[in-house]
């Protein structure tokens, strides 16, 4: 489920605020279930957390912040 800056940047402005939303959601609830320790797959954190540092990026590249 990784992005690549390139689909990132073949987002609409939107799409892109959409995307960087769902993404933190599922950060907080995968960091919840981590809490309970019903996470198994920790790795996901990572990979959320890259996912929305891309799209941060990207959005500052093009003035959207």
Same mark, same amino acid.
Not at 22 to 43: H, P, V, Y
């Given at each position: 489920?990784?992005?690549?800056?390139?689909?990132?940047?073949?987002?609409?402005?939107?799409?892109?605020?959409?995307?960087?939303?769902?993404?933190? !959601?599922?950060?907080? #609830?995968i960091?919840?279930?981590? !809490?309970?320790?019903?996470?198994?797959?920790?790795?996901?954190?990572? #990979?959320?957390?890259?996912?929305?540092?891309r799209?941060?990026?990207?959005?500052?590249?093009l003035?959207?912040?």
């Amino acid at each position: 489920m990784t992005l690549k800056p390139n689909e990132i940047r073949k987002m609409t402005p939107e799409k892109r605020r959409e995307e960087l939303k769902k993404l933190r !959601q599922a950060l907080l #609830s995968i960091e919840t279930k981590k !809490q309970r320790g019903a996470l198994k797959e920790t790795g996901k954190i990572r #990979s959320i957390k890259k996912d929305i540092a891309r799209i941060l990026t990207i959005m500052r590249e093009l003035g959207e912040l």
